[in-house]
């Protein structure tokens, strides 16, 4: 008899259980889901139409008009997701930041004390979209001179696309360069 009983119970316990995992859990993700549907779907960036990036991963920009994202050892290939994850003393990390220093040099004409270290070393997943303000407003002049834009209105995107950190304390000041050079493509282009 009590075989029977804890066969039951076992019964019960899987009817249940396949109920709330296979359909009401589902369901509830669903909903929650379309709640914030733009984030239930990359954070997908549309330009003209057409899909051009996302707010959560960055993008090379080559382009002299546009701002620099930080490095990324992978392209910002999201397959991939991670980063070379070299020590501070590792010589491959050295001689990279060696020669990113003296690229930026090169193209924005600022000494490397002055340089903010996001703006030469990649994030943890190497994926990240954000530099800091500080990265951002470093480029300011050679923007200008690559656009012909007035450096008011570049500071002003900068400003604009500043995102402070969660509550005030958590995190860092960030700017989305993907965002901003796509703000930055619209005065462009007027």
Not at 85 to 90: C, D, E, G, R, Y
Not at 119 to 146: M, N, R, W
Request: aromatic share 8%; hydrophobic share 40%; net charge positive.
């Amino acid at each position: 008899m009590n075989i029977k009983k804890n066969i039951m119970i076992s019964l019960k316990l899987i009817v249940v259980g396949m109920i709330v995992f296979s359909v009401i859990y589902p369901l509830l993700l669903g909903s929650v889901g379309q709640i914030w549907r733009n984030k239930a779907k990359g954070s997908l960036i549309e330009y003209n139409g057409e899909v051009v990036g996302s707010t959560l991963i960055g993008q090379i920009f080559d382009e002299s008009q546009y701002f620099r994202s930080r490095p990324s050892s992978i392209s910002y290939n999201a397959n991939k997701s991670s980063s070379a994850n070299l020590a501070p003393n590792n010589p491959l990390l050295k001689e990279r930041i060696k020669k990113d220093l003296i690229e930026i040099n090169n193209r924005y004409g600022i000494n490397k004390e002055s340089i903010p270290a996001d703006f030469v070393t990649e994030s943890g997943s190497a994926l990240d979209p954000h530099i800091s303000p500080e990265s951002a407003y470093i480029q300011v002049d050679a923007i200008a001179k690559a656009t012909g834009l007035d450096k008011k209105t570049i500071e002003k995107l900068i400003q604009e696309h500043t995102q402070n950190n969660l509550f005030g304390i958590y995190g860092e000041k960030r700017v989305n360069v993907f965002k901003l050079n796509l703000s930055l493509k619209e005065v462009i282009n007027k």
